[in-house]
């Protein structure tokens, strides 16, 4: 039960909580990349520059949303590349077919929570690990997007969906808008109810969260049909961003979302973790890849740099824990 309060308490103070000492560091680190970058680029620290991070920064947040529930929970999922890319490929089909736009779009969100469902299905009845089970669906997935259209590129020639990617409000694109929202929504319902409040439970601790009357079979499967839900709208989103479902698209997309929302404070060991931790940690991965493409990094060598930058989240999350553990156990010690 200690490691359900602990989590409890990490999370307490809304979606964009207080700021804490990890989360200055993230903060300093983005301004070191602008400044950094400026130098190296005048043209990036200008509006233009900063619309196109968020712009491309959109996709990933939609799936570091959803993975922010998976991670706290003790989850995770490899699939979100795939998925966004069959997302594209399935909505621009049925539009080919002249389907109603709102019903390409529901449709389409309807797969996404389908292969959610499929995950979880791996995970709680045949109990295969997280990270194998969507190494399975990533790779299923990804072969079903070449399938169905035959491994080329679908053109959509809807000008009223294609207007989807376009629009834009007060000079910001919808797909940052979208952004937005669903992460305010979701960063509240994890903040702010008891399917939250049950989500760290069981990432703090299963057994426990089991005994006290949870379900954790249940909200798994609710976790991951959020992500397969907004990696889907995501999908949609992009596909009419580029005017056409691209099969090999959003390769290695799960990747920089998991960077993000572990840079951002949220624990691979469970329990732990908030949305305004994840939004900064997506601003701070994609200023990053934005500033290596603009002073013309290989992109060879961006593979090591954003691979390195993954490591940094990984141990940065190691000595997170231990830190908690240490006052943890300072803590018992001073009640015994």
């Given amino acids: ?54 712009t491309a920064a959109s996709l990933v947040g939609m799936v570091a949303i959803g993975h922010t529930y998976l991670i706290i929970a003790k989850q995770n999922d490899l699939s979100p590349g795939s998925l966004a890319a069959l997302s594209g490929v399935v909505v621009a089909l049925f539009l080919q077919m002249n389907m109603p736009i709102w019903l390409a779009i529901l449709l389409t969100l309807v797969v996404g929570a389908l292969i959610g469902v499929f995950n979880a299905w791996m995970v709680n009845k045949i109990k295969i690990e997280a990270f194998i089970a969507t ?32 629009m834009r409000f ?27 409040r049950s989500v760290y439970a069981i990432g703090g601790n299963t057994q426990a969260a ?44 799960e990747f920089d979302a998991i960077t993000a929302v572990v840079l951002g404070g949220t624990s691979f060991t469970g329990g732990v973790g908030d949305m305004a931790g ?3 940690g997506i601003i701070l991965i994609q200023a990053f890849n934005t500033g290596l493409t603009m002073v013309d990094v290989s992109s060879f060598w ?10 940094f989240a990984l141990t940065s999350d190691y000595l997170r824990k231990k830190k908690r553990d240490k006052e943890l156990l300072e803590a018992s010690m001073k009640n015994a």
């Fill in 210 to 253: 089991h005994l006290a009357g949870l379900n954790p079979e249940r909200i798994v499967t609710l976790c991951f049909i959020m992500i397969g839900v907004l990696t889907a709208m995501g999908g949609i989103v992009f596909a009419a961003r580029m005017n056409a479902g691209q099969p090999a698209a959003n390769i290695n997309l």
């Fill in 135 to 166: 190494l399975v669906s990533q790779m299923i997935v990804r072969g079903f997007a070449y399938i169905i259209c035959d491994g080329k590129p679908v053109s959509i020639s809807n000008q009223d969906f294609n207007r989807i990617g376009s």
């Fill in 302 to 311: 961006q593979y090591v740099a954003r691979g390195a930058l993954l490591l």
């Fill in 278 to 280: 994840t939004f900064i």
């Fill in 1 to 54: 039960m200690a490691a359900i309060t602990k989590g409890t308490e990490e999370k307490k103070g809304g979606i964009f909580s207080a700021i804490g000492g990890d989360r200055i560091v993230l903060i300093i680190a983005i301004v070191l990349i602008f400044v950094l970058f400026t130098a190296l680029n005048k043209n990036f620290l200008t509006i233009t520059n900063i619309i196109n991070i968020l």
């Fill in 170 to 196: 007060l000079n910001i694109p919808f797909a940052v808008w979208l952004m937005i929202i669903c992460m305010a929504i979701f960063g509240f319902i994890l903040a702010k109810t008891k399917f939250g």
